[in-house]
């Protein structure tokens, strides 16, 4: 079964600068002759890579509340110019809206146990055609 990693969306407001940030990092790499894929930066490598390739996502907390995922392509561990590593979590450019989930706020990344993981918001009734502020809006007063 596979893992999956859940990251803060630090600066976003919403979905939707989630989605320019990854259109303007697609332009910025291809125009250097990079890959265009969304790519997330990180200090630490996770030790589980393994499970989490086999068809993680990486799920983005957006303004205390879990919002959407990207599945996970790869995770590259490379050394810095001054000698310390990173790791370069590689994502599909393709985002998938999930139901609202609340949490804290954390530093890094953590592992996020497939039972633990919002529906994707297709597969929660009702919710398709809410707009992101209401959905938000619901959450915060229990109603969803």
Do not use: N
Request: aromatic share 6%; glycine share 6%.
């Amino acid at each position: 079964m596979a893992l999956h990693i859940i990251k803060l969306c630090v600066g976003a407001q919403s979905i939707q600068d989630l989605l320019d940030w990854h259109d303007h990092q697609a332009f910025t790499r291809l125009s250097l002759g990079l890959d265009p894929r969304p790519v997330c930066d990180t200090r630490m490598s996770p030790k589980r890579r393994d499970e989490v390739l086999k068809g993680g996502s990486l799920y983005w907390v957006i303004k205390g509340q879990i919002l959407v995922r990207q599945e996970i392509e790869d995770i590259i561990t490379l050394d810095d110019v001054d000698g310390r590593s990173r790791c370069e979590i590689v994502l599909k450019h393709f985002h998938v809206q999930t139901a609202p989930q609340r949490r804290a706020a954390f530093q890094g990344w953590r592992y996020l146990a497939p039972k633990d993981a919002p529906a994707d918001l297709t597969h929660v009734s009702g919710g398709e055609d809410l707009p992101e502020p209401l959905r938000k809006e619901l959450l915060d007063i229990g109603a969803w």
